[in-house]
């Protein structure tokens, strides 16, 4: 008798047990990047929960998040546009919208994803329910030349700020129509080669390959055009041969000071935000291609090009010095910090793992296996302007 | 110096007469090498090039892109770099030779 209630209530449970409810708010995704999957994450349990597969060619890859963090909009190489659910974990629609992608953004209101291309040079803007194509902007600098478009970033309003790395402009293209966006175009200096914006949308930044600097465009007064800043920065030095290009985004602002990677020293810049001028440089031990603060601003974490990318330097910003300098792996290729930056994930391609860090004591936590990991993405973008 | 440009040239000849073919030269890395070479040209030229050599911020390096080229000067950049351009010299990593050597991989297709 026992034993046939008991099998009754365990038929009923079953009947019963709709999908299990749970938040998105502490879930990620690692992009294995030679192997066109990613591998979805649990930062609460620090495990992977699933893997997904069939995204392409993901050797240069980034995520965005929906805002109620429960899809992912990966951008691939090939052009792949991937929206994937995190709590069911499958493919929900691909799309392939270019020959060869750099990454993308989500705008203010959630509805307008739009992705940035090196070929054809330009932007496409896809409904983030359907991943319809809702209109597209060529990156046409000269009658019939193209240029690559780097740094896309969203700022307010459902516009995009974007710079042009032939053209040398910084663009802001505005999708309130989405159908019928228009754009804004803005002198920007030599060979911008990646992007970023403020925390507060306020200010939209272009690193400059061809010439020393950095160019500004205050979005919240763009008739004002865009400046430059930084500009005597290591004038008259030889500059050191750049392996990889420094990333901007991911940038943050720490205690009203901004980290930025210098390009061809192997330093980060400190930069006063109320005057944007350089108020320090700090010595790192290679070309930075990630300067990354903890949410808290409290530390910058570093990574390097190559032949340094097995190292880690993290400066303390109230200190303004490096104070911890470690080699966790080969290939440190990304990082991302738990919502509140009390763990770090750090990418070690070559080794096949990511691995898990206190960001209080630096002691490892834990790995994750994965096959050439590259970027890690928490679902934590999806309330961040310009992730 | 005088005896790396000597093989380089050497290497040069060998590789120009014989075209496309594969041609058997005496200064082909070993097999270690190989690996480290392929590895790095996927990897961290990569960063720029892209890992499948469809090209990113760099252009592609596949041979439809490159049979225009002459090969000297493909050598010449990957080693001493191009001014004015993002592309660094890699001559600190590897020999004007085993420049040559990815060159000529590169044009006939680039390995796993």
């Given at each position: 008798m ?12 079953t009947?019963c047990?709709?999908?299990q ?15 066109g999957?990613?591998?979805?994450v ?6 992977p929960y699933?893997?997904v597969?069939?995204l ?8 965005v998040?929906s805002?109620?963090?429960?899809y ?7 052009g792949g546009l991937?929206k ?17 992608a ?6 203010q ?5 739009v ?5 054809p ?21 000269a ?15 459902n ?21 019928q966006?228009?754009?804004?175009r ?6 911008p ?5 403020t925390p507060?949308?306020?200010y ?5 390959f ?7 465009l205050?979005?919240w007064?763009?008739?004002k055009g ?5 500009g ?10 750049v ?19 210098a390009i ?9 935000v109320?005057t944007?001028k350089?108020?320090?440089?700090i010595?790192v031990r290679?070309?930075?291609v990630?300067?990354?603060a ?10 390097f090009?190559f ?10 910003t ?19 910090f738990?919502?509140?930056g009390?763990?770090?994930?750090l ?14 004591t ?6 994750i ?6 970027g ?11 992730f | ?13 060998l590789?120009a ?5 594969q041609p058997?030269i005496?200064v082909?890395p ?5 690996k ?13 090039h892209?890992m499948?050599l469809?090209?990113g911020?760099?252009?592609a390096l ?14 010449a ?12 010299p890699?001559?600190r ?12 991989k590169?044009?006939s297709g680039?390995?796993?």
């Open positions: 026992r034993l046939f209630f008991g099998l009754l209530l365990s038929l009923l449970l009947a047990a709709g999908p409810l749970r938040g998105s708010g502490d879930l990620g995704l690692i992009i294995e990047r030679a192997s999957r990613v591998t979805l649990d930062t609460t349990t620090r495990q699933a893997r597969d069939g392409g060619d993901l050797s240069h890859a980034s995520a998040y805002r109620d963090g429960r992912a909009f990966v951008f691939g190489r090939d991937t994937i659910d995190m709590l069911e974990a499958k493919v929900v629609k691909r799309v392939i919208q270019s020959g060869n750099i990454g993308g953004s989500i705008s209101d959630g509805r307008i994803v992705a940035q291309n090196y070929t040079g330009g932007i496409k803007a896809f409904d983030a329910a359907t991943l319809e194509l809702l209109s597209e902007v060529p990156a046409e600098y009658p019939g030349k193209f240029s690559k478009v780097v740094g896309l970033a969203d700022s307010a309003g516009k995009f700020a974007y710079a042009l790395f032939e053209g040398g402009e910084i663009r802001v293209t505005d999708f309130s129509n989405p159908h966006p228009t754009t804004q803005f002198p920007a200096g030599s060979q080669y990646d992007g970023l914006v507060d949308g306020r939209f930044l272009a690193g400059l061809g010439e020393d600097g950095v160019a500004m205050d979005l007064q763009p008739e865009a400046r430059k800043i930084l005597k920065y290591g004038r008259g030095e030889e500059k050191l041969p392996f990889k290009m420094p990333h901007l985004r991911g940038w943050s602002v720490a205690q009203g000071k901004a980290y930025l990677p061809g020293r192997h330093e980060v810049l400190v930069v006063d109320a944007w350089e108020v320090g440089r010595p290679g070309q930075p990630f300067v990354m903890r949410p808290d601003g409290r530390q910058v974490w570093v990574n090009a032949p340094d990318n097995g190292k880690m330097d993290v400066i303390d109230l200190a303004g010095k490096v104070v911890h300098a470690f080699e966790p792996g080969k290939g440190i290729l990304h990082m991302e738990t919502p509140r009390e763990n770090v994930w990418s070690a391609r070559d080794d096949n793992k990511v691995l898990i860090y206190d960001t209080a630096f002691t490892r936590l834990g790995e296996a994965a096959d050439s990991p590259s890690i993405f928490f679902t934590a973008r999806a309330n961040r302007i310009g | 110096m005088l005896s790396s440009r000597l093989v380089f040239a050497l290497f040069w000849v590789t007469t014989a075209g496309n073919a058997t005496a082909e070993d097999a270690v090498r190989q480290e070479l392929v590895r790095l040209v996927r990897q961290d030229c990569g960063s720029c892209g499948t469809h090209g911020l760099g252009p596949l041979p439809a892109t490159l049979q225009e080229k002459p090969f000297e000067g493909l050598v950049t990957i080693y001493y770099g191009r001014p004015g351009t993002p592309m660094p890699w001559k990593f590897m020999s004007e030779a085993e420049a040559a050597w990815i060159v000529q590169l044009m680039f390995p796993q």
